[in-house]
């Protein structure tokens, strides 16, 4: 496939989305940052109700995926992330207003409903706009909005939080999502034929090769028939595993490091940065040559098991040596992140487009639960213990099981190719 088609997308679609995801990002992950800081002493919070709230937001982001994804296959993405983005930076500030635990319940479910659609609607965006070569790297640089945001959050909350307090640190950073969101509403288009910016043969060129992609591919009926392949199934237990894993990694590093002796919260900021420095290494360089190759399995389970490897020597090492430890979560926070374009690049190969995004979002749902399972019992057994090993075994086993999956679900991605889809799904 030509990837010259209309590159004036690359310059100006990738960097709407990937601004646009980072600050959902932004907006989820900075609880972790205030939980280290005073936010517990502050509102009477107990270490397992912290967990609870740390974990919360994905519990209503499970809800609420196959709907909001419906709703922008069907209707509009562009008009459906308008609204999150204004609605989740309200909640953001919001939470930076509360005093009462059990409104910051309410508002920690919310945020995560807002937010449900988001990545589902985004990679229906994407596949509309870039073609089967382009897509792994078109994901990664949606996704690179995760790890960047964590590492330059990072070291911002720790500031914030050292100089105005945890409350303005939730009010500053939910902020820019509102204002964000009328940039986004000038700058995006839902599908190529509505773009000024297009000339007619680029859009031509791009939608004949978008539909030459989908000749291979069947109609499916409906997407009940589509969640019953076991394909789909596969990806949504390997997605789950995998976010168990990331979650409970993003949500607890800070918590994680800070407990090291005569760590500060700064310093903190600093540390807990790093390993995002290495995932963006990872997932540019993995997506780059996953596009090159076309091969997807390659580029998923060798990262993901790496991941569980470093976990687990992280948990033989113990306390014993603090930065040995912490350079094999570096590790383990870099293999973690590496596959997801190349993942989320499997699924428009293997399913027809009429019932792609009611597969993304629900392999997106079930990487809730896991993303849930892994923020709370990673907070949970680290609160019960007093240490961080059992959190450290329970994320690597996770991982473990993702690479798994992995293999056998591209395996069957591999027969599914071979004979009609109707059939293989059926």
Not at 155 to 174: D, K, Q
Request: glycine fraction near 8%; charged fraction near 10%; aromatic fraction near 16%.
């Amino acid at each position: 496939m030509n990837i010259k088609i209309a590159p004036s997308r690359w310059y100006r679609l990738i960097p709407v989305a990937f601004i646009t995801y980072s600050l959902a990002y932004l907006d989820r992950a900075n609880f972790g940052f205030a939980a280290a800081g005073e936010m517990a002493k502050d509102l009477n919070i107990t270490a397992k109700t912290s967990a609870l709230l740390g974990s919360l937001f994905f519990l209503g982001y499970f809800f609420f995926q196959i709907p909001g994804a419906h709703y922008a296959a069907s209707k509009s993405a562009k008009k459906l992330i308008f609204w999150s983005l204004i609605l989740w930076g309200g909640l953001a500030m919001a939470t930076g207003m509360v005093s009462d635990v059990t409104v910051l319940i309410i508002i920690r479910f919310m945020l995560g409903v807002v937010e449900s659609a988001v990545m589902p609607a985004m990679l229906i965006l994407l596949s509309r706009w870039f073609t089967k070569s382009e897509r792994s790297r078109a994901n990664t640089f949606l996704i690179l909005g995760n790890p960047a945001t964590i590492l330059w959050m990072s070291i911002l909350s720790g500031y914030l939080i050292n100089a105005v307090g945890w409350r303005w640190m939730f009010i500053w950073e939910g902020l820019p999502a509102i204002i964000w969101a009328f940039f986004w509403w000038q700058l995006v288009n839902d599908k190529p034929k509505d773009a000024t910016w297009l000339t007619q043969p680029e859009k031509d060129a791009l939608e004949s090769a978008l539909q030459k992609e989908q000749q291979g591919l069947k109609p499916v009926k409906n997407y009940m028939t589509a969640f019953k392949s076991r394909a789909v199934i596969l990806l949504c237990l390997q997605y789950a595993f995998w976010s168990i894993g990331v979650y409970g990694f993003v949500m607890w590093l800070p918590s994680i490091i800070k407990a090291a002796p005569d760590m500060s919260i700064v310093r903190t900021g600093w540390l807990s940065s790093i390993p995002y420095v290495f995932a963006i290494i990872g997932m540019l360089t993995a997506s780059y040559f996953s596009d090159k190759t076309l091969n997807r399995k390659a580029f998923v389970w060798p990262f993901l098991l790496i991941a569980a490897l470093a976990f687990y020597g992280s948990y033989l090492i113990g306390t014993s040596n603090f930065w040995l430890s912490f350079v094999l979560l570096v590790i383990a926070g870099t293999a973690m992140y590496a596959p997801y374009g190349p993942f989320f690049a499997i699924i428009p190969e293997i399913l027809p487009g009429n019932v792609t995004a009611g597969a993304i979002a629900l392999i997106n749902s079930l990487g809730a639960l896991g993303s849930f399972a892994g923020s709370y019992l990673v907070g949970y057994l680290n609160s019960s213990t007093g240490g961080f090993g059992a959190s450290y075994i329970f994320m690597a086993g996770s991982l473990f099981l993702s690479a798994i999956l992995t293999m056998v679900a591209v395996k069957e991605r591999e027969a599914i190719r071979k004979q009609p889809l109707a059939e293989g799904i059926a």
